[in-house]
């Protein structure tokens, strides 16, 4: 199974800062790798899919890189409504589909 | 617009069974891949399982396999996941989720539904 290690665990950040988060794949996935945002009590929220591309209605200050094994997530000017566990995941053709263990961006 | 309703979560003994169900509206039921994802207290989401839009193909999560078991109903516009011989560490919030037309990410989610596997 393909293990996907993201870091860190946690950020605290302020209104306005650029947050990055880390996503590891055990194995080369190319580009097989979207990222979800979470808030308490709310299921989880396709963001980036494909590495890179933004899921329809999310805003710009998202942005996904990477390919391969090492992937990044970067929040440009965070917002208030950003304050949130965001998750990796893995897309590769076969299962099982695995995700990251998340990162909780909290306030500073 | 898109929803997906679990139901059929609740409190069960180590070695129950239960059945969850998804409900399906707001979009072409018969044309989605499906899968139950469950998020444990305290951990990462995990996929636990997949069907295809015909049913015809599904698999497992190790985790699961031999337990579990899945199936639709498109009449119905119904998913539903048989859990039998629960143990502990099945506790959690069980999500139904859509694939994205053409890739493995998870694109439409319910508000999922607890079960609590616990004596």
């Known amino acids: 199974d393909i293990q996907m290690t993201q870091s860190p665990s946690s950020v605290s950040a302020s209104v306005g800062d650029r947050v990055t988060i880390i996503c590891r794949a055990s194995?080369?996935?190319?580009?097989?790798l979207a990222w979800y945002q979470q808030k308490p009590g709310q299921a989880p929220k396709l963001l980036i899919y494909g590495a890179s591309s933004l899921q329809s209605g999310v805003p710009s200050r998202f942005s996904g890189s990477g390919s391969g094994t090492d992937f990044t997530l970067t929040i440009s000017n965070l917002q208030p409504e950003d304050f949130a566990t965001y998750f990796c995941?893995?897309?590769?053709?076969?299962?099982?589909?695995?995700f990251g263990q998340g990162t909780k961006v909290e306030i500073k | 617009e898109v929803q997906l309703v679990e139901s059929g979560g609740g409190l069960v003994q180590p070695g129950g069974s239960l059945r969850l169900s998804c409900t399906a509206s707001g979009f072409t039921f018969t044309t989605y891949e499906l899968n139950w994802v469950r998020h444990a207290p305290g951990k990462g989401l995990e996929w636990v399982s997949y069907i295809t839009s015909s049913g015809k193909t599904i698999y497992y999560a190790d985790s699961v396999k031999g337990r579990f078991t899945i199936s639709r109903d498109n009449a119905k516009n119904s998913l539903y996941l048989q859990m039998n011989s629960l143990r502990a560490e099945d506790t959690a919030l069980y999500y139904c989720?859509?694939?994205?037309?053409?890739?493995?990410?998870?694109?439409?989610w319910g508000q999922g539904t607890l079960v609590t596997v616990s004596s």
């Open positions: 194995q080369g996935i190319s580009t097989w």
């Open positions: 995941q893995q897309a590769n053709s076969s299962p099982p589909w695995t």
């Open positions: 989720a859509t694939f994205t037309r053409k890739w493995h990410y998870f694109e439409y």
